[in-house]
């Protein structure tokens, strides 16, 4: 009996180690967030409010319902309310209940359960009422018609007249970046781009499936304290096979074989961060050494591209005007324009080419940041099938998506290969600056 519980003491012992004695990296993340938001309310929101003349910011989230900004406020419930009174902003949440989460309350000048807001509004007077609906935005969405319907008999018709979309406020709050999100992106980046290369160059033809390369490195986030995104067909995709057909390789279960060219896009979501780029890879064939000629060919006239490219995005030019000045430089270069409009159409634009030596070219210069997403991050996207974000102005600091196709003749293949450059960086007063070594080679596999 002794024996039994000497094992069983040992047993925990193995499980329970001194807490104290530990390192926490939950702590850190939890500091670092608060980090941020504190300097971000600091240094950022008032110039997004007063660079949009909105007196007050009103942001309502409500339990149970998921709000893209509860992560950047650290709170899950509630209203809360910006109020620029010239010297200072104060900061209060309201309405919440007594289990409501506060990631930090000194983040805040008030924490209040529920107040006559009619009260508290007319006590500021506010010329202007910034509230989280728009047409345009994902992000600047979450006020629910309920909670619109209630706001506006709550509030009164003096004040319910003054409020707009602050769907402007909270795109110069996000696009907006202090260095600790820039640092924090960075690193994200940068573990993306080690697990992806790591997983390519590690595959074994004839062994390794899609699903094993996708699996692998999901659990190389976990072990990194990042939990795995479990998105759906951010697998591997093969571009091109010599020995398969289209049929097989879109099976997740399909083993790579030699010949295979091979084009990764994936996302990574880690401490209110996202990220969205490529990698790519080429299994080599008995007597190969590298990419064929082909093939190589079409991969430097998208790298001459990216140069091309780069020059054109500045600070201070709007999304539309960019894309103007990228569409010009490339033309002038000998590239031909093919608008990428996510549509079948596309395909035909591009096929139109046919035989000729000329590349042609489509761009989604799409935001990235506090999301991989480009549908629902907030700020300039140079893209022609988003009209909407054209308007918006390249502000310093701004991480995006550096995302470009260009189509090359393959002359042995009869057909054009699509390749898409996609790296994510940031734009600051000195131009386009990568912040992890960028994607400048098709990776190798030797199959041997």
Same mark, same amino acid.
């Given at each position: 009996?002794?024996?039994?519980?000497?094992?069983?003491?040992?047993?925990?012992?193995? =499980?329970?180690?001194?807490?104290?004695?530990?390192?926490?990296?939950?702590?850190?993340? &939890?500091?670092?967030? +608060?980090? $941020?938001?504190?300097?971000?309310?600091?240094? $950022?929101?008032?110039?997004?409010?007063?660079?949009?003349?909105?007196?007050?910011?009103?942001?309502?989230?409500?339990?149970?319902?998921?709000?893209?900004?509860?992560?950047?406020? #650290?709170?899950?419930?509630?209203?809360? @309310?910006?109020?620029?009174?010239?010297?200072?902003?104060?900061?209060?949440?309201?309405?919440?209940?007594?289990?409501?989460?506060?990631?930090?309350?000194?983040?805040?000048?008030?924490?209040?359960?529920?107040?006559?807001?009619?009260?508290? @509004?007319?006590?500021?007077?506010?010329?202007?009422?910034?509230?989280?609906?728009?047409?345009?935005?994902?992000?600047?969405?979450?006020?629910?018609?309920?909670?619109?319907?209630?706001?506006?008999?709550?509030?009164?018709?003096?004040? /319910?007249?003054?409020?707009?979309?602050?769907?402007?406020?909270? %795109?110069? =709050?996000?696009?907006?970046?202090?260095?600790?999100?820039?640092?924090?992106?960075?690193?994200?980046?940068?573990?993306?781009?080690?697990?992806?290369?790591? /997983?390519? %160059?590690?595959?074994?033809?004839?062994?390794?499936?899609? +699903?094993?390369?996708?699996?692998?490195?999901?659990?190389?986030?976990?072990?990194? #304290?990042?939990?795995?995104?479990?998105?759906?067909?951010?697998?591997?995709?093969?571009?091109?096979?010599?020995?398969?057909?289209?049929?097989?390789?879109?099976?997740?279960?399909?083993?790579?074989?030699?010949?295979?060219?091979?084009?990764?896009?994936?996302?990574?979501? &880690?401490?209110?961060?996202?990220?969205?780029?490529?990698?790519?890879?080429?299994?080599?064939?008995?007597?190969?050494?590298?990419?064929?000629?082909?093939?190589?060919?079409?991969?430097?006239?998208?790298?001459?591209?990216?140069?091309?490219?780069?020059?054109?995005?500045?600070?201070? &030019?709007?999304?539309?005007? %960019?894309?103007?000045?990228?569409?010009?430089?490339?033309?002038?270069?000998?590239?031909?324009? %093919?608008?990428?409009?996510?549509?079948?159409?596309?395909?035909? @634009? @591009?096929?139109?080419?046919?035989?000729?030596?000329?590349?042609?070219?489509?761009?989604?210069?799409?935001?990235?940041?506090?999301? #991989?997403?480009?549908?629902?991050?907030?700020?300039?996207?140079?893209?022609?099938?988003?009209?909407?974000?054209?308007?918006?102005?390249?502000?310093? +600091?701004?991480?995006?998506?550096?995302?470009?196709?260009? &189509?090359?003749?393959?002359?042995?293949?009869?057909?054009?290969?699509? $390749?898409?450059?996609?790296?994510?960086?940031?734009?600051?007063?000195?131009?386009?600056?990568?912040?992890?070594?960028?994607?400048?080679? $098709?990776?190798?596999? +030797?199959?041997?």
């Amino acid at each position: 009996m002794r024996k039994v519980k000497i094992i069983i003491i040992l047993l925990i012992s193995c =499980f329970v180690q001194p807490v104290c004695a530990q390192y926490s990296q939950s702590k850190a993340n &939890h500091e670092l967030l +608060n980090l $941020i938001r504190s300097e971000k309310f600091r240094l $950022i929101l008032p110039g997004a409010m007063r660079d949009n003349n909105v007196d007050m910011w009103i942001h309502a989230m409500r339990r149970g319902d998921h709000d893209a900004f509860n992560i950047d406020f #650290g709170v899950d419930m509630g209203f809360v @309310i910006f109020t620029d009174h010239g010297d200072r902003i104060e900061k209060v949440v309201v309405g919440i209940e007594c289990c409501a989460k506060i990631a930090d309350e000194s983040l805040y000048d008030a924490i209040m359960g529920n107040i006559d807001l009619a009260k508290y @509004i007319s006590e500021r007077d506010p010329k202007k009422i910034a509230i989280n609906m728009s047409s345009l935005l994902t992000h600047g969405d979450g006020l629910s018609h309920t909670n619109y319907v209630e706001l506006v008999k709550e509030i009164g018709d003096k004040y /319910a007249n003054r409020l707009v979309s602050s769907e402007n406020v909270i %795109t110069d =709050f996000r696009v907006r970046r202090i260095q600790p999100e820039i640092r924090t992106f960075a690193n994200i980046c940068e573990l993306q781009r080690q697990v992806m290369e790591t /997983a390519l %160059t590690n595959i074994v033809p004839g062994t390794t499936t899609i +699903n094993d390369v996708y699996w692998w490195s999901e659990d190389q986030l976990l072990k990194n #304290g990042i939990a795995a995104s479990y998105y759906g067909g951010r697998t591997p995709r093969v571009l091109h096979s010599e020995v398969s057909k289209p049929s097989e390789y879109k099976s997740y279960d399909y083993k790579f074989q030699p010949g295979d060219l091979i084009s990764w896009d994936w996302e990574v979501v &880690h401490l209110n961060m996202g990220t969205d780029y490529k990698r790519n890879v080429y299994i080599l064939r008995d007597g190969e050494t590298e990419v064929p000629a082909s093939v190589q060919h079409a991969w430097e006239r998208g790298l001459k591209a990216r140069e091309i490219i780069r020059n054109e995005i500045v600070v201070g &030019h709007t999304a539309g005007e %960019t894309m103007k000045a990228v569409v010009a430089a490339l033309e002038k270069a000998g590239y031909v324009y %093919t608008p990428f409009e996510d549509t079948p159409r596309d395909l035909e @634009i @591009i096929d139109a080419l046919k035989g000729d030596k000329k590349s042609g070219f489509s761009v989604d210069f799409h935001c990235v940041g506090n999301t #991989g997403n480009s549908e629902v991050a907030v700020g300039p996207a140079f893209a022609p099938f988003r009209p909407y974000r054209s308007h918006f102005k390249i502000q310093p +600091n701004h991480l995006f998506s550096f995302e470009y196709m260009v &189509h090359t003749y393959v002359p042995e293949w009869g057909k054009r290969i699509s $390749i898409n450059f996609e790296d994510n960086h940031i734009v600051t007063q000195n131009g386009v600056e990568w912040l992890y070594p960028p994607n400048k080679k $098709i990776l190798l596999v +030797n199959h041997k």
